[in-house]
């Protein structure tokens, strides 16, 4: 096997160990050139030498493997420099550790390359593929807020919303529309746990809720039990569930008509000074509940009353003292508030928690101008 001269202490190398190393070796004097290179290298460029030493014009050598900068730093300054190369298709990490002499002088640098080629193909493969995952979670991001019902669009409703979810994706989604003219329709749901999976359930939920029979969707129990039969039959497991509070309110008679598929967020009346929670009682939608019947509540409403739909992402907001924001802080915003109220619930919300939220947070205020129908 062919060497160059050692370096002059070169007993002190033992050369035979680095011969056994798969590790490709190369090493240089204090003048910067190559002394020594182990089997491995010498292997992996065919036994040949000018490419290993540079004794070739730079453009003919591999990649930047013959920029000897590197070692001529590390002879200068003696600091240990770690970098990556490319030596042809192939991928090193690359360690340069300055060598001392008997006198604490540096006599020469040692170079290691370690082929790190399957470890980086895997870095660029899952730098792409996260790529790609994030431009399909933005665009589902894009979707999912397309969804909303877009503000004081119905005749008769103003509606106004905080909608901030803790991830990219929501777990939330809440909507009002009109199913005839006499009746309008309102809900909101919270699906456990983030990511896809929640946020396609929310599209379900969406797109279900919009295409069902009119006569169906003007019972509010009848609706419930045929979210729940639909969402049966697509045959998710039983990790994926989700809880919906649904209400329709009839122009005509003023009578708000809801159920509810435990949502532990009641939603909230305010009539005058007057706020009523709306509770009932239901199963969440999930496989373990498919027999389940719903009942339905109704209150007469007033002009201008106004229903407060939240999730739980508000009122589990908690403090440094770990407790919880809650049901009767919401109330008495909602209560006392004299102009914006999402202002001052914003407000209140970033005051009292402590660190990022880790749910999402919705909240939609609708108020109902009855006096303003024809």
């Not at 001529?72 to 600091?79: A, D, I, N, V």
């Not at 490319?86 to 008997?102: A, L, R």
């Not at 005509?252 to 435990?262: D, L, P, Q, S, V």
């Amino acid at each position: 096997m062919q060497r160059l001269g050692l370096l002059v202490n070169h007993e002190k190398l033992n050369t035979q160990i680095l011969d056994g190393i798969a590790d490709m070796i190369r090493i240089v004097n204090k003048d910067n050139e190559v002394v020594y290179f182990n089997d491995a290298m010498e292997k992996f460029f065919s036994g040949n030498t000018n490419l290993i030493v540079c004794e070739m014009d730079q453009e003919e050598g591999q990649d930047s493997f013959c920029d000897m900068r590197i070692t001529e730093r590390c002879l200068s300054t003696g600091e240990v420099i770690q970098r990556e190369e490319s030596v042809g298709e192939d991928y090193y990490s690359v360690k340069t550790n300055p060598i001392f002499g008997d006198n604490g002088s540096i006599i020469g640098a040692i170079e290691v390359f370690r082929n790190k080629s399957t470890e980086k193909k895997l870095q660029i493969e899952l730098i792409e593929r996260n790529k790609s995952l994030m431009e399909e979670m933005q665009a589902a991001r894009n979707i999912q807020q397309a969804l909303l019902p877009t503000e004081n669009s119905i005749k008769g409703i103003d509606l106004n919303y905080l909608y901030r979810p803790a991830s990219a994706l929501s777990g939330d989604v809440f909507d009002v529309y009109e199913i005839d003219e006499d009746h309008i329709a309102l809900y909101i749901a919270d699906v456990v746990g983030h990511g896809f999976s929640s946020s396609m359930t929310t599209m379900f939920i969406f797109q279900t809720l919009r295409n069902m029979q009119k006569k169906i969707l003007k019972n509010p129990a009848l609706t419930m039990e045929e979210l729940n039969k639909r969402f049966l039959q697509l045959g998710l497991s039983v990790e994926i569930y989700f809880t919906l509070f649904y209400g329709v309110f009839n122009r005509k008679t003023k009578e708000f008509t809801y159920t509810n598929a435990g949502h532990n967020c009641p939603p909230m009346v305010k009539q005058g000074e007057d706020i009523t929670l709306l509770e009932a009682s239901g199963y969440p939608i999930n496989r373990l509940f498919s027999e389940h019947k719903y009942e339905a509540e109704t209150i007469q409403l007033k002009d201008k009353s106004q229903i407060l739909l939240y999730t739980d992402g508000i009122v589990e907001y908690k403090n440094i003292d770990r407790i919880e924001f809650g049901i009767q802080r919401l109330k008495e915003i909602f209560e006392t508030y004299t102009q914006h109220f999402f202002e001052e619930l914003d407000s209140s919300l970033r005051s009292f928690v402590y660190g990022e939220p880790i749910d999402d947070i919705t909240c939609a205020l609708i108020q109902l101008n009855c006096a303003k129908q024809v």
